[in-house]
Nanobody, 117 residues
Framework: QVQLVESGGGLVQPGGSLRLSCAAS????????MDWFRQAPGKQREMVAH???????KYADSVKGRFTISRDNAKNTVYLQMNSLKPEDTAAYFC???????????WGQGTQVTVSS
C-alpha cells in the first residue's frame, strides 16, 4: 500500500519560513521523481517544485529563489523549505510521486499553509 504523508504546514507571518516534509512508503522511493503542488481556494492545482531521482530540480517562477526542494532517499522523504513567505503562498500543499518510466503517480492528502499577519 502506497502512502505519502505530508507534514509541517501551519500558520506563519509574511516573511516567515516553513519546512514541509513528505514521507513515502510502499514505493521504491529512489525510483520516483517527487513534486510539490499547491492549490488555493478557487484556483487550479499548480506545480511548485520538482526533483528528479537524480536530484535535478525545477521551480515555478513564483517561488524561485524562495523555495528549495530536496530529498533524502535513506529516509524516503522529500522536503520543501519555504522562505520569505507571502500571503499568496497560502494554499494546501500536496506531494506527488511519479515514476517517469511507468507513469505511475501517487498523491498525499495535503498540508495547509496559511501566510497571514
Amino acid at each position: 500500500q502506497v502512502q505519502l504523508v505530508e507534514s509541517g504546514g501551519g500558520l506563519v507571518q509574511p516573511g516567515g519560513s516553513l519546512r514541509l516534509s513528505c514521507a513515502a512508503s510502499g514505493i521504491i522511493f529512489r525510483s520516483y521523481a517527487m513534486d510539490w503542488f499547491r492549490q488555493a481556494p478557487g484556483k487550479q492545482r499548480e506545480m511548485v517544485a520538482h526533483i528528479t531521482s537524480g536530484d535535478s530540480t525545477k521551480y515555478a517562477d513564483s517561488v524561485k529563489g524562495r523555495f528549495t526542494i530536496s530529498r533524502d532517499n535513506a529516509k524516503n522523504t522529500v522536503y520543501l523549505q519555504m522562505n520569505s513567505l507571502k500571503p499568496e503562498d497560502t494554499a494546501a500543499y500536496f506531494c506527488n510521486a511519479v515514476n517517469l518510466v511507468s507513469g505511475r503517480s501517487y498523491w498525499g492528502q495535503g498540508t495547509q499553509v496559511t501566510v497571514s499577519s
